[in-house]
């Protein structure tokens, strides 16, 4: 098995590296034409505007909806969760472009600007069902976007709770929740529709490599009409709760 990933900017090496640990060839994307080496894409977080700028020139986003409407299991983490989005609030002037087939709303930067990055733990009772391990996943949230609305055919995999008085950027969407003091809101931050799935955080940035297991058995779903053989059970479970990186942890 062979899975894209786009390499225009941002985290596509740390994905690259999740599916080797995993067994699997990670190909770096960056012209249309490559596409048709690969049955799958994986498009990594990073500097969304950026992206979408070299997107343009390498002229990949006609290319790109193609590849989504054919029903080819794609996944976007952060900024690629942006692009594969029906629709983004928070865009700079102009705006940019969207690949969409995600029929969700997503606000960019929602949690706050790149100093205010955080670690949270998310109940993620779907992917511990299909990929073991503990019932929770240690996500990496950088500049992180959140998932507004879905659609109803979208599946709501992982969301966090947001003290609906805490501000977290001036600039950020929970500003408008502050009359509601004293209340929660669940934020969604990972989703799954049909073949798409999407995460506004970075589980490539983790030891813990479920995530990108239950894309790939998303992946052997469409290309062998059968589960993958790939499994977690056997490992070392330990490593999963083990913080890699030293951010703030949000409460």
């Not at 699997?24 to 048709?36: A, D, S, T």
């Amino acid at each position: 098995m062979a899975v894209g990933v786009l390499a225009l900017q941002g985290s596509f090496n740390e994905h690259i590296a999740a599916l080797r640990r995993l067994g699997v060839k990670g190909v770096e994307i960056r012209k249309p034409e490559q596409l048709r080496s690969v049955t799958s894409l994986i498009i990594p977080g990073g500097e969304s505007t950026t992206m979408a700028k070299l997107a343009e020139c390498h002229n990949l986003f006609p290319a790109l909806r193609d590849f989504v409407k054919m029903g080819k299991p794609v996944w976007g983490t952060c900024a690629g969760l942006i692009f594969l989005a029906d629709k983004a609030n928070g865009q700079k002037t102009g705006g940019q472009e969207l690949i969409g087939g995600l029929d969700c709303t997503v606000h960019r930067n929602f949690f706050g600007s790149q100093i205010q990055s955080f670690e949270a733990e998310l109940s993620v009772p779907e992917i511990a069902a299909k990929e073991g391990g503990p019932p929770s996943f240690r996500a990496v949230f950088i500049r992180a976007p959140a998932i507004l609305e879905v659609g109803p055919d979208v599946e709501v995999l992982a969301d966090i709770s947001v003290p609906s008085g805490k501000t977290i950027d001036s600039n950020s969407a929970l500003e408008s929740q502050e009359d509601n003091t004293g209340s929660e809101k669940k934020v969604i931050v990972a989703v799954k529709q049909g073949n798409l799935l999407g995460t506004t955080f970075h589980p490539e940035l983790t030891a813990d490599t479920r995530w990108h297991s239950y894309f790939l058995k998303m992946v052997s779903e469409v290309e062998e009409g059968t589960s993958s053989s790939i499994s977690t059970s056997g490992e070392d479970l330990s490593f999963y709760q083990q913080p890699m990186n030293d951010l703030p942890i949000f409460q």
